[in-house]
């Protein structure tokens, strides 16, 4: 399976942009995770939906301002939108398939827990 996210950009602070992860067109995506890592830190959580792409799952530092979903018409994409972007947003972005998509909660924000992972975009955020 073979995953890529896109979108990825130079914004400034306040403004939005839109990630898209796309998956081999046979893949159907049952849960689906986004991480960042920025350069010297450690890869983080940012957001997640289960099996059903009704439960989401956020990091403290993006919730009310990430959305994450699923395209229920091309259930082999799934999408990042990033509102209000701030400075400290600023990183390469990664989407990825859980191992098992029918657990909730605290599973996904571990990245060991996922089996596929796609090449990041870069996103890069202005003061």
């Known amino acids: 399976v073979q995953l890529q996210a896109s979108g990825g950009g130079s914004v400034k602070a306040g403004e939005s942009l839109r990630l898209s992860c796309t998956a081999s067109?046979?893949?159907?995506?049952?849960?689906m995770g986004w991480f960042r890592q920025a350069p010297g830190k450690e890869r983080e959580f940012v957001a997640a939906?289960?099996?059903?792409?009704?439960?989401?799952?956020y990091g403290d530092s993006v919730k009310g301002r990430f959305t994450i979903s699923r395209d229920n018409t091309k259930r082999n994409m799934g999408y990042l939108q990033m509102d209000n972007l701030k400075p400290d947003d600023t990183a390469s972005y990664f989407c990825?398939?859980?191992?098992?998509?029918?657990?909730?909660?605290?599973?996904?924000?571990?990245?060991?827990?996922?089996?596929?992972w796609g090449r990041g975009t870069q996103v890069t955020v202005s003061s």
């Open positions: 067109s046979t893949f159907r995506f049952e849960g």
């Open positions: 990825a398939a859980p191992r098992n998509p029918y657990y909730d909660g605290a599973y996904y924000s571990d990245p060991i827990n996922y089996s596929f």
């Open positions: 939906f289960s099996w059903n792409g009704a439960n989401t799952y």
